[in-house]
């Protein structure tokens, strides 16, 4: 008998430790810690400074007002973020590359950029859990 309950308490545990994995991996991303880091390094040389780029200013701590909710100026019936969904979000037309209208985001000196697809993730997931800031 003590042996099973040593086996079923052993179960619980690895059982708990997992539940408390999934919990791990699946909480909610932010902008601020997971997304901002990207836009900062990957868009504010041509998206920040004194005269940002459409007007549109992604450095450090103002990228979230000026994505989440707000119209896109090349395609004004879409906003750049729409929350809970990447196919109706601008900005991820523009990373994926597939936007009809501009071109792929980054830039560089000789055309677009893709992003590595872990930020590309990071990205999607983060508009799909609600673009939280």
């Known amino acids: 008998?003590?042996?099973r309950a040593s086996a079923r308490e052993t179960a619980a545990r690895v059982a708990a430790g997992g539940l408390a994995?999934?919990?791990?991996?699946e909480a909610p991303l932010s902008y601020a810690k997971d997304v901002e880091p990207i836009i900062v390094k990957e868009c504010s040389k041509c998206h920040g400074g004194d005269k940002p780029d459409k007007g549109m200013d992604l450095s450090k701590g103002?990228?979230?007002a000026q994505l989440v909710d707000v119209k896109s100026l090349?395609?004004?019936q879409m906003v750049r973020v729409k929350p809970g969904?990447?196919?109706g979000s601008y900005l991820w037309l523009k990373v994926t590359h597939t936007a009809t209208q501009g071109r792929g985001m980054p830039r560089t000196l000789f055309g677009?950029?893709?992003l590595p697809q872990a930020d590309l993730d990071?990205?999607?997931q983060w508009i799909i859990?609600?673009?939280n800031p």
């Open 112 to 114: 677009s950029k893709k």
């Open 1 to 3: 008998m003590l042996e």
């Open 62 to 64: 103002k990228g979230y």
């Open 122 to 124: 990071i990205i999607q």
């Open 85 to 87: 969904d990447p196919a």
């Open 129 to 131: 859990q609600g673009a």
């Open 74 to 76: 090349e395609v004004p």
């Open 21 to 25: 994995l999934t919990a791990r991996a």
